[in-house]
């Protein structure tokens, strides 16, 4: 999310507002889930079965955890709680993008030698 006024114009007592703000809005800590969720199809590997032939099971939801030793993790999640792990996801990306503001504010007033 751009800034919409460029921080070097604002006032020391607009950034610490602006900053307060922020800092109120990233919500509960305990809600943070780092991951992207995707849903995928499987081949089950059953002889004979329906997704031989391209008739794929799912789609079954998983939580992309990056890339570990080369390779991504990935871990089930059950349908019932899709949609939870879903918004946790959408708080934490909230969150980031918060955090980079503050950040942003906090260099701002590092560079004026207003930080507190």
Same mark, same amino acid.
């Given at each position: 999310? @751009?800034?919409?006024? &460029?921080?070097?114009?604002?006032?020391?007592?607009?950034?610490?507002?602006?900053?307060?703000?922020?800092?109120?809005?990233?919500?509960?800590?305990?809600?943070?889930?780092? &991951?992207?969720? +995707?849903?995928?199809?499987?081949?089950? &590997?059953?002889? *004979?079965?329906?997704?031989?032939? *391209?008739?794929?099971?799912? @789609?079954?939801?998983?939580?992309?955890? *990056?890339?570990? !030793?080369?390779?991504?993790?990935?871990?089930?999640? @059950?349908?019932?709680? !899709?949609?939870?792990?879903?918004?946790?996801?959408?708080?934490?990306?909230?969150?980031?993008?918060?955090? *980079?503001? +503050?950040?942003? +504010?906090?260099?701002?007033?590092?560079?004026?030698?207003?930080?507190?």
């Amino acid at each position: 999310m @751009p800034e919409e006024v &460029g921080l070097s114009s604002l006032s020391v007592r607009q950034l610490l507002a602006r900053r307060r703000r922020l800092a109120k809005a990233l919500g509960d800590s305990e809600m943070t889930l780092r &991951g992207s969720v +995707i849903s995928q199809l499987r081949r089950c &590997g059953k002889a *004979g079965c329906r997704c031989a032939e *391209g008739d794929l099971h799912g @789609p079954y939801v998983y939580l992309s955890l *990056g890339r570990a !030793a080369g390779r991504a993790r990935l871990v089930y999640v @059950p349908a019932e709680l !899709a949609d939870a792990v879903r918004r946790h996801v959408q708080l934490t990306e909230a969150a980031e993008v918060a955090l *980079g503001q +503050i950040s942003a +504010i906090n260099l701002e007033l590092v560079a004026r030698r207003e930080l507190d």
